[in-house]
């Protein structure tokens, strides 16, 4: 750590940040009494609570801009909150699920922990122990994030039903929501993640886990009624509409809204602009633009001829060519899963874990030296990790075999060549005949070979990644006389 964990504009962040957290769960509370159940609306009166509840709210806010009023901002903003609970309270003890009851206590822990901010002074604010913070950093690397990224995809994709629940996927949101809160709290993750530049990524994964979330969820209800003989959600609903005046008029609303979100934007977060480049100055850590930090992290891996150009183009190539590769007439239209589990599965491993979280990797896992860091590791200009890069060639002939590496490049690349045919000769097949049979049968010779070289293709990238990080192998075929890498 190199700096103060706690501060006083981060008390004040950190008080309005879980007062939200405390307004959503109210937000939800009101949806599940008011929404959810046919035979209950909201009372006359409760419209009037929303009201005083924003104008406490927002002169809060105000206050909130000004050390000398910053605590009493911050006391309109929990009276806000409490004016919400207390409008909801009556129509919770009428009786009901559990559910809101939780959300509803896990309002006033949030506005409890708020307020706890506001109030007490800088050395008794909560804090993440040091302790877990040093476990978190200590189990951190690129296997683990990896790995567990695959490990959490397979389980949203085999426990769907349940994790699609409202209820657990609103769980979900709070203990993300609740742990990114409490980890600000922390002066190198702070650094890092509250960069006006990185704050897009972490918008970018509370979208993209939501819209999956969503689409899964209405891919679950689709099946159940597909199971039940029903319609499908979209040919019940017809969800069809006019373009004008309800389309136009939806997007003219939508733009405005949007416009005065980046004009707040601008304003409260200033443009990471740095001083004039410097060519005998080479920034450390020099990365590209976060689009490009995905193709950034497969440099680590490949050359800059497969890193940067065949493997993106054929990823991005194979996801667009999987509704054409499975041209299953099922789910065409509707959010299905069972219909077309591996075109979806493929999809989602292509698009989010080797590009949305490669994206997250390099953006806030790597540090100067492109070392990799722990979330709470403070980013160390000088620190330098030894590695020793071994190839393909070094392994068979030194190792395996004891002998010294043929002097001629053929020769010497031979073993690594071969294992590379074999890999595109041997697997097709072998996976024909074995776990994509059903896949050969469906599709026939021509759009399973397209389609299993493309999966080979992307299949390549963590399995390069996985031999760098066991064996520490950086090239399979090393032609140094000609630039030829792989």
């Known amino acids: 750590m190199h700096g103060p964990d706690m501060t006083l504009a981060v008390k004040a962040g950190l008080t309005w940040y879980f007062l939200l957290v405390a307004a959503l769960n109210l937000g939800a509370v009101a949806y599940w009494l008011f929404r959810r159940s046919d035979d209950r609306a909201a009372p006359p009166w409760f419209e009037a609570v929303l009201g005083v509840a924003a104008v406490l709210a927002v002169v809060g806010l105000i206050f909130a801009h000004f050390d000398q009023w910053c605590v009493l901002g911050a006391t309109l903003g929990v009276l806000a909150v409490l004016v919400i609970a207390a409008g909801l309270l009556p129509s919770l003890l009428k009786g009901g699920s559990v559910a809101p009851w939780l959300w509803f206590c896990l309002a006033i822990a949030s506005a409890l922990l708020g307020a706890s901010y506001a109030y007490l002074p800088l050395e008794r604010c909560f804090v993440l122990p040091h302790g ?151 920034p450390n850590p020099s990365k590209a633009p976060w689009y490009f930090l995905g193709l950034q992290e497969m440099l680590v891996y490949y050359d800059p001829w497969l890193a940067g150009v065949v493997f993106p183009g054929l990823i991005i190539f194979g996801l667009m060519a999987l509704p054409y590769i499975d041209v299953n007439v099922k789910g065409a239209g509707y959010y299905t899963f069972r219909e077309r589990p591996f075109a979806i599965t493929m999809f989602l491993f292509g698009f989010i874990v080797l590009w949305v979280l490669m994206v997250t990797l390099g953006t806030f896992l790597r540090g100067p030296g492109w070392n990799f860091y722990g979330p709470y590791q403070y980013w160390d200009p000088h620190l330098v990790l030894p590695l020793t890069n071994v190839d393909f060639a070094d392994y068979f002939w030194l190792h395996w075999l004891g002998v010294a590496k043929p002097e001629h490049w053929f020769l010497r690349e031979l073993p690594g060549m071969v294992a590379i045919l074999l890999y595109f000769l041997i697997l097709p097949p072998l996976l024909a005949r074995t776990v994509f049979k059903k896949l050969y049968l469906q599709m026939g010779f021509a759009r399973y070979m397209i389609f299993v070289f493309l999966f080979l293709m992307m299949a390549a990238l963590p399995l390069k990644m996985l031999l760098r990080w066991v064996f520490n192998l950086k090239y399979i075929v090393h032609v140094g006389e000609y630039f030829f890498n792989i």
């Open 132 to 282: 877990f913070r040093d476990f978190v950093d200590s189990v951190a690397g690129p296997v683990t994030f990896f790995f567990g990224s695959v490990l959490a995809l397979a389980v949203l994709l085999l426990f769907r039903e349940q994790i699609t629940n409202p209820a657990v996927g609103w769980a979900i949101l709070n203990a993300f929501l609740v742990f990114y809160g409490l980890s600000m709290t922390d002066w190198d993750f702070r650094q890092i993640v509250a960069k006006p530049d990185n704050i897009p990524i972490s918008l970018m994964l509370l979208t993209v886990g939501f819209f999956t979330w969503l689409a899964l969820r209405r891919a679950v209800e689709n099946d159940r009624r597909v199971a039940n003989g029903q319609p499908v959600v979209e040919k019940e609903r017809g969800e069809k509409v006019l373009v004008w005046p309800d389309l136009v008029y939806t997007e003219l609303l939508c733009m405005i809204a949007f416009t005065i979100f980046l004009v707040v934007w601008s304003i409260y977060l200033k443009a990471p602009i740095e001083q004039p480049a410097n060519l005998t100055e080479t």
